[in-house]
């Protein structure tokens, strides 16, 4: 079994836990559909799922969807398959735009108890009106409304009066706090844009402040796990959950009840921890969705976003990063992750996984002359080295095969250990064969001629003499053509975010991070199931293209080299 996992988080769950604070908890992990999920979203599912597995707790599936005109279907499509694809199940799935009403009679209720105020200024002099860090904010000229006059106007902006931006509502905190985000903040915008769930019956929307806590008070969420730029917001946070006051109030949450939803309301509390961060990559989905709509990858699951699809289409099985999850662990340090470190996750888990299939990249043709015309055996491959129950299989071999171009050098650099003329190699599970010709186009090798050794086949005494080289080959007459893709790193630079100079990630997109190539295939490498992940002997790690593979037309994607060729 695993190690018990024991980060602050983890700690404090136990502790809640053993004191009787709470007898089963409760986590949810709330995506914005404005996007595709990715691999930073993953540390927080990996978190808010694992430990409701962990402490036998539950955890809701929440759509944070309080900003109806950058959210859509697809997005909500996406994000349950990605969920699930990386291994998790959610015990409810629910929407903040299920608790509209609720978020409105807590509202009201906030401005009878004179903690509301409806506020007139536009964005730009509330601004102005907020102060800075070092000095404090001047109260607005509506924050002394009387209730009456708040409520008949909240109630007309709830019945669309208004236009857009005109007036919101404001907490009425403390305009001289430290934390300017106690500084009488906004709960309700006027929008009058459509949502995709509750469509035009709302032309005001909740602010993210007062929404989500609200949202995890109702769905009975016990410990309200976030990143760590919302450390500051939490006193705002606290403020109304307890100003709204749930629990005592059950007449708020009402209409939920009537609508046959669970409310086990309660006291949630934010816990903060670092956002994930890696090198080569880009994660902010403003950036993810302009690469995507401007052309500059093939789409959110291009294999060389860090959005899940895209990783799930590169190849990166499910458990990879849940290692990788458990290998970056939890804390409140802020970090930047080698991208290696995430690779080598990958590598773990495909090395363990993965059969061992042989393909030739870039082939060249070598004719072994002492085989008669027409030869042909059936020779027999495990299928993992380390994994007996993984099996064989059968692998054609005959007078004619591929071997990569880079295997043979015909004047080789000092320490190439492959084929050169006049010289040895080991086809692998074949035997000896020495190179006795090579024929040319010009500058370009055509076909390479070779004699095998009859004598070093395997199990025969003279297979135990020493070659220096052991390559890999594919049957020429049995091979399958097949289209692979050599993928490597978005972006060039460890920090394409930084925008020194007036450059942005856009002017580090490396161009050889997409490179097509045709290979040759052992037919036992075809009949793979769309996603199936193979080891192409000495080359790398390499996967079924979900959309694009046929066993008679096979694509690969490569998921990672067999080693890492970035650090130094
Ligand atoms: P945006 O602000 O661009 O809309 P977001 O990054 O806040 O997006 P959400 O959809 O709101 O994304 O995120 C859902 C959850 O995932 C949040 O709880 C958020 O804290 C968490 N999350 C997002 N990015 C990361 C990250 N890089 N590392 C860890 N957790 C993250
Ligand atoms: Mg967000
Ligand atoms: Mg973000």
Known sequence: PAPEKNDFIRQIVRDDLASGKHSRIRTRFPPEPNGYLHIGHAKSICLNFGIGREFGGLVNLRFDDTNPSKEDMEFVESIQEDVRWLGFEWDELRHASDYFEVFYRSAVKLIEDGKAYVCDLSAEEVREYRGTLTQPGRPSPYRERPVAENLDLFRRMRAGEFADGSRTLRAKIDMASGNINMRDPALYRIRKVAHQNTGDAWPIYPMYDYAHCISDALEGITHSLCTLEFEDHRPLYDWCVDNVDLPNHPELWQPLVEAGFDTPVAKPRQIEF???????????????????????????????????????????????????????????????????????????????????????????????????????????????????????????????????????????????????????????????????????????????????????????????????????????????????????????????????????????????????????????????????????????????????????????????????????
């Not at 027999?380 to 591929?402: D, L």
Request: aromatic share 8%.
């Open 274 to 568: 670092s956002r994930l961060n890696i090198n080569y990559t880009v994660m902010s989905k403003r950036k993810l969705l302009a690469l995507v709509s401007d052309g500059l990858v093939a789409g959110w699951d291009d294999p060389r976003m860090p959005t899940l699809s895209g990783l799930r289409r590169r190849g990166y099985p499910p458990a990879a990063l849940r290692l990788f999850a458990d290998r970056i662990g939890i804390s409140k340090q802020n970090s930047v992750i080698d991208f290696s470190v995430l690779e080598n996750c990958v590598r773990d888990v495909l090395d363990a996984e993965a059969e061992r299939r042989m393909a030739v990249l870039d082939p060249v043709k070598l004719v072994i002359e002492n085989l008669p015309e027409g030869h042909a055996e059936t020779l027999e491959f495990g299928n993992h080295p380390k994994n007996e129950a993984a099996g064989k299989r059968t692998v054609p071999f005959s007078r004619e095969i591929w071997i990569e171009r880079e295997d043979f050098m015909e004047t080789p650099v000092k320490d190439f250990h492959r084929l050169v003329p006049g010289g040895e190699v080991r086809l692998r599970g074949v035997g000896i064969v020495k190179c006795v010709d090579v024929i040319k186009d010009g500058e370009t090798v055509r076909e390479l001629r070779g004699q095998l050794d009859l004598d070093s086949r395997p199990g025969m005494e003279g297979a135990k003499r020493k070659v220096k080289g052991t390559i890999h080959w594919v049957c020429a007459k049995a091979g399958v053509p097949a289209e692979v893709r050599l993928y490597d790193r978005l972006f060039t630079v460890a920090d394409p975010d930084n925008d020194e100079d007036g450059k942005s990630y856009r002017d580090y997109l490396n161009p050889d991070s997409i490179r097509t190539v045709r290979a040759m295939l052992e037919p036992a490498a075809c009949a793979a199931a769309p996603e199936q992940s193979f080891q192409f002997e000495r080359s790398g790690y390499f996967t079924a293209d979900r959309h694009d593979h046929r066993p008679d037309a096979p694509v690969f994607n490569r998921s990672v080299t067999l080693r890492d060729t970035w650090s130094a």
